[in-house]
């Protein structure tokens, strides 16, 4: 008898279920956005502009997690990128598609840097001279060259008597080891 009330009580109740399929359109919610390429874009106030960026021509790539565990292919370009060494190990990577495409795949395995050059690219005559730090920065230490006033600056050190050298100080030294009162 009660399941004979429950169905006739659940028969009576309309049920109007409505399904959407896909995602909200945005620009028809939104009509102020910005295009970039496929991406709609909404800024915060209607005068907001963009700072302009200038993409950087090589990545500092450096493994952050280990290999094992990892599907073949994730550990085939950590090989071809040459991370399969140690982990501290890093590499450098131009900035190309095909890279950012392979580097975009293992994302969750490296760090990713980009190179700045606070003080100029380097040169071919400049490679002996450069350092790269780990925040990315490449450091090139130009090769400034003899100075005239440096020159003779140090040809009057070495000809000045009361200069204190090596032998004078060996001598005063033994000196006093021999006689200490």
Known sequence: MMFRNFTTKFSQINLNIVRHYGKHNKKY????????????????????QDPPVVPAKLFRVQRIKPVKGNPYW???????????????DFTVVKNIPEI????????HLVKVTPITFPYGEPKEHDISHTF???NGECIVTKDIGPVDER???LD??????KRLDTE??????????????
């Open 100 to 107: 950012n495409a392979r580097l975009w795949k293992i994302k």
């Open 151 to 153: 020159i003779q600056a």
């Open 132 to 134: 790269l730090k780990e």
């Open 29 to 48: 919610l939104y009509n102020n956005g910005v295009i970039y390429g496929n991406i709609y874009y909404y800024p915060r106030t209607a005068d907001h």
């Open 156 to 161: 009057t050190f070495e000809k000045d008597d």
């Open 74 to 88: 994730e550990k085939r370009l950590l090989n071809e990128l040459g991370l399969d060494g140690k982990q501290s």
């Open 168 to 181: 004078l100080l060996r001598k005063d030294a033994r000196l006093k080891w021999l006689n200490p009162w």
